[in-house]
């Protein structure tokens, strides 16, 4: 079947300029997560969303990224007025519950440019 | 400082050789410890999952092993081939916040003929 999308693949934006990346979810998983990754360094969780529950927000690195799940399933990570540092790769990924038990089926990831 | 270290930062070895790369963390207890596969341009891939109670974890030619009471694990490759030029990311998961990966910075694994 389908495994996570993610689009753009690549995104070339302005500083100041505010994008949106998408992600596609595999069917029927509950849980979905953002994560950054930039060079060099661990994937930095950004958020997570799990069926309606409210979102735990708690990666994201300030109030310019927001991100929001449509109807349990596609998902948009916002950034506003982007700024050189936010200039990474987005990944997103998705599994069938919360728990670490259960398999997280990562996206090929956005990667973000800010000149 | 990040709870999991990897070690090396890359390395490079020639096909057919074996490798073993170094995942040291920092909390315990924790729910799983995984290894991950991440291709040039691609998501991360799961390649062995183990509990804390576990010791040894096969998939092919890639076999993770845990120490829990040095905090450490390794994953090696045997018989490397071309194909398993990537980046290995060691994840630890803990019980206080089960959802929460912790990411190691990786392991670049560059296999030449």
């Known amino acids: 079947g389908a495994g996570v999308s993610q689009s753009p693949s690549n995104k070339v934006t302005e500083k100041g300029k505010d994008v949106e990346l998408r992600c596609d979810p595999i069917s029927g998983h509950t849980a979905l997560y953002w994560y950054r990754q930039s060079l060099g360094q661990g994937l930095e969780f950004l958020i997570y969303f799990q069926g309606n529950s409210a979102p735990d927000k708690s990666g994201l690195p300030s109030d310019r990224f927001s991100a929001e799940r449509t109807g349990g399933s596609v998902s948009t990570l916002t950034i506003q007025r982007t700024q050189q540092e936010d200039s990474a790769v987005y990944l997103c990924?998705?599994?069938?519950?919360?728990?670490?038990?259960?398999?997280?089926?990562f996206g090929p990831g956005t990667r973000l440019t800010v000149t | 400082k990040n709870q999991v270290e990897q070690s090396p930062q890359s390395l490079i070895i020639l096909e057919g050789k074996n490798c073993t790369l170094q995942?040291?963390?920092?909390?315990?207890?924790?729910?799983?410890l995984r290894w991950y596969k991440q291709d040039t341009g691609r998501g991360p891939v799961s390649l062995t999952i183990?509990?804390?109670?576990?010791n040894t974890k096969s998939n092919g030619r890639y076999t993770a092993t845990l120490d829990a009471d040095t905090k450490q694990s390794s994953l090696h490759i045997t018989a490397s081939q071309l194909s398993d030029s990537a980046s290995y990311i060691c994840?630890?998961?803990?019980?206080?916040?089960?959802?929460?990966?912790?990411f190691g910075a990786g392991t670049t694994v560059t296999v030449r003929a």
């Open positions: 995942c040291n963390y920092t909390v315990s207890p924790f729910s799983n």
């Open positions: 994840v630890v998961s803990f019980p206080s916040n089960d959802y929460k990966l912790s």
């Open positions: 990924a998705s599994s069938f519950d919360r728990t670490s038990s259960y398999e997280q089926y």
């Open positions: 183990m509990t804390f109670s576990e």
